[in-house]
RNA sequence: GCCGCGUUGGUCAAGGGGUUAAGACGCCUCCCUUUCACGGAGGAAUCACGGGUUCGAAUCCCGUACGUGGUACCA
C-alpha cells in the first residue's frame, strides 16, 4: 500500500559540510544533490534545496551561495531563487529551534530522552581517565548514565532545580539496551543492528540548537519527506533514527532510506577529501572554492574547463550503472534510467582520467552553438575579441574533436587568431633545401594572385607548383603546417589557410622563410 | 578495542548456481590520416583466501584477511 504523501515525493538535499569552517561543497555532497533530483523527477516528485546553517555553515561567509551556484551549474536547480523557502519554511534550522525543542520535550516526558548537566569538560576528564586506564571509549549510554548528572540519576526536585538556575544542559536520547532495530535500505536491503553499541546521542545541545541526529528526523516528518538519502557514513547512526521516529510516534512516516557509498582517494585510504584534489591534482568541487582561512583558491571542474553535462554524466556513474554498455548520458536520459536499486554498496575509487574521457566525449558530441559561448570566454580571457562569428563556427568545428577539456580550445585554436610565437624550424631544417625554398617562393607569388580564396583553389595550386617543381606534396605539408601553427598539430592545413585568409597566409610563409636559410647560389 | 558496511583486471564495472567472465578508462600493437587528433581492428590484464553446500560456486553459507565508515554538545 502506497502511503498518501509517498504519492507526492518530496527529496530534499541535505548538503553537508565538513566540520572545520573550511568547507566547499565536493563531489560527494554534489552526487548526493543529483541523486536526489533524479530520483524526484523520475517519479514525479520535488527537488526542495535545503541548506542546513549549523555554526559551521554560518561560519563560512558565501557558503549558502556558493551551494546554490555549484549545483545551478551542474543544471538540477534554478539559478534564481528562492532557495531555502517554500511550503515548508522556514527552512533553516536557527528558526525553527522552538520545534526542536518542543518535540525533545515531548521524548522527556514519554521517557525516551533526559535532560543532561554534564559539561563537555567533565566528559572528556572522564574519557581521558578511562583511556589512561586502557579501557575502552567511554559511551555515555545505559552503562553510565545512572553514574552521571542527569535527569535519569538526579532526583525530580534537584532537576527542577538545576534546570530553573539556568546552568546549561543538554537532551539526550534514551537508548534500551539489548533492543533490536532493523531498517530496509533502498540499497543494501534489510540492515538490523542491536542498541548496545549506540550511546546516548545528545538531541538538543546546550545552546539550544538540535544535532544532526533530531533535526533529520523532525524536518523530514514536518517536511513530509519521504526519501533520504546520505551517504554511508550515516549508517551507523541510522537506528538512533529509526528509534526516533518510533519514539515520536511517527513510524509510519519515515521515509525510505538509501545510504549512498563512499567515493574514495584514488590512491586508497580513505574518503576523497579537499586536499587530495589538490595532492593528487584533480578537481574534488563544481566550482571553484576559496578556503576563508587560508584564502587558497582551489579550482573546480567549471575552471578546469569541463562542461556541466560531462560533470554530472561522470558524477551520476561513480556508484551506479544503468547495467546496459551506455555510459553517456543527458541529465534528460540520466532522469529516465536511474534507479536507486541499481545504486552500488560499496565505495568507488575516483578517477581523474575518466573524468576527463568523459569531457572529451561531450565536446565531441555537443554542437557548435552550444560550445561557442564556452569558447568565446576562453578567448576573451586570453584577451581576444572574437569579431566574426562564422569562422569561430568553423574553427570550433575543426579542432573539437581534438579538445579534452574547454581549455585546450586555446592551444588548439589559438593559432587562427595570433601568429604563433615559436616555429619548430628544427622539424623542418634537416629536409629542407633550395627546391623547397623554390617552392615556397613561388607559393607565396601564386597564393598572393589568387582570387578564389578556397580550400580547392589552395590545394590545386600547392598541388601544381609542387609537381612542376618535382617534389612530392608531402614532403612540403609539414613545412606548409609548421609555417601557419608553429608546430606538428591541427587540422587540414588547407582548413587552416582558408580560414587565415589569403595575407595572413603570405604573411606567416614569409616570416617562416626569414628564419630558414636562404638560396645557397 | 567495539560495532557497521564492503571485496570481479591497475581503475570503474556487467553478470547473482552451468558464460570462451560483457563493456569502459588507462596501457600496448596495427590500420586510416603526407601532422596531431577522431575513427577502426587487435592485445596484455580479473572473480581476496580457506572451508563447506552442490553433479557443478565468481554467484549460496561460514570463517579469515584486507579495505572502509562510525564510535563527539561535527555533519
Request: some cysteine; hydrophobic content about 40%.
Amino acid at each position: 500500500m502506497i502511503q498518501p504523501h509517498y504519492l507526492c515525493l518530496m527529496s530534499k538535499v541535505r548538503v553537508r559540510f565538513a566540520p572545520s569552517p573550511t568547507g566547499g561543497l565536493h563531489l560527494g555532497g554534489v552526487r548526493t544533490a543529483l541523486y536526489n533530483y533524479l530520483f524526484a523527477k523520475k517519479h514525479g516528485g520535488d527537488f526542495v534545496l535545503r541548506i542546513e546553517d549549523t555554526d559551521q555553515v554560518r561560519y563560512v561567509e558565501g557558503a549558502e551561495q556558493y551551494i546554490i551556484d555549484s549545483l545551478s551549474w551542474c543544471g538540477i536547480l534554478p539559478g534564481e531563487g528562492p532557495h531555502n523557502e517554500g511550503d515548508y519554511s522556514p527552512y533553516r534550522q536557527s528558526q525553527r529551534k522552538s520545534f526542536y525543542k518542543e518535540y525533545a520535550e515531548g521524548l522527556i516526558e514519554k521517557g525516551h530522552a533526559y535532560y543532561a548537566f554534564d559539561t563537555p569538560e567533565q566528559i572528556e576528564a572522564l574519557r581521558e581517565k578511562l583511556k589512561a586506564q586502557g579501557k575502552s571509549n567511554l559511551q555515555y549510554g545505559h552503562q553510565v548514565r545512572l553514574g552521571m548528572r542527569n535527569s535519569l540519576s538526579l532526583s525530580k526536585e534537584e532537576t527542577q532545580l538545576l534546570l530553573s538556575s539556568g546552568l546549561p544542559y543538554v537532551i539526550r536520547i534514551k537508548i534500551e539496551r539489548d533492543e533490536f532495530v532493523s531498517f530496509k535500505d533502498m540499497i543494501r536491503g534489510d540492515i538490523q543492528m542491536d542498541t548496545n553499541g549506540v550511546d546516548d546521542k545528545v538531541l538538543l545541545k546546550a545552546d539550544g540548537m538540535p544535532t544532526y541526529h533530531l533535526a533529520v528526523v523532525v524536518d523530514d516528518y514536518l517536511m513530509k519527506i519521504s526519501h533520504s538519502f546520505r551517504g554511508e557514513e550515516w549508517l551507523p547512526s541510522a537506528p538512533v533514527h529509526v528509534l526516533l521516529w518510533k519514539y515520536l510516534g511517527w513510524e509510519k512516516n519515515m521515509p525510505q532510506w538509501a545510504h549512498l557509498p563512499l567515493i574514495l582517494k584514488p590512491d586508497g585510504n580513505g574518503k576523497l577529501s579537499k586536499r587530495d584534489g589538490e595532492r593528487l591534482g584533480f578537481p574534488v568541487f563544481a566550482l571553484g572554492w576559496t578556503d576563508p582561512v587560508s584564502k587558497d583558491l582551489m579550482k573546480g571542474f567549471k575552471d578546469l574547463g569541463f562542461l556541466p553535462e560531462a560533470f554530472i554524466n561522470m558524477l551520476a556513474m561513480i556508484g551506479w550503472n544503468a547495467g546496459t554498455e551506455q555510459e553517456l548520458f543527458s541529465i534528460e536520459e540520466l532522469v529516465e534510467n536511474f534507479s536507486i536499486e541499481r545504486v552500488h554498496s560499496s565505495g568507488a575509487k575516483f578517477d581523474y582520467e575518466k573524468a576527463k574521457w568523459f569531457n572529451h566525449e561531450w565536446i565531441k558530441k555537443c554542437d557548435v552553438d552550444r560550445l561557442l559561448p564556452e569558447v568565446k570566454k576562453i578567448f576573451g580571457e586570453k584577451n581576444i575579441a572574437i569579431h566574426d562569428e562564422q569562422s569561430l563556427k568553423k574553427i570550433v568545428s575543426l579542432v573539437k574533436d581534438r579538445c579534452t577539456l574547454l581549455t585546450d580550445f586555446w592551444e588548439q585554436a589559438n593559432y587562427f587568431f595570433v601568429a604563433p610565437e615559436k616555429i619548430e624550424t628544427e622539424a623542418i631544417l634537416p629536409k629542407w633545401n633550395d627546391g623547397k625554398s623554390l617552392f615556397f617562393i613561388e607559393l607565396i607569388r601564386n597564393y598572393s594572385m589568387l582570387n578564389l580564396w578556397g580550400h580547392l583553389e589552395l590545394e590545386n595550386s600547392f598541388k601544381e607548383i609542387a609537381s612542376f617543381n618535382r617534389i612530392k606534396p608531402g614532403e612540403l605539408m609539414l613545412p606548409f603546417r609548421i609555417m601557419l601553427v608553429g608546430g606538428k598539430y591541427g587540422p587540414g592545413v588547407f582548413d587552416i589557410a582558408t580560414i587565415l585568409g589569403k595575407e595572413e597566409t603570405v604573411k606567416r610563409i614569409r616570416y617562416t622563410m626569414s628564419l630558414l636559410p636562404g638560396l645557397s647560389s
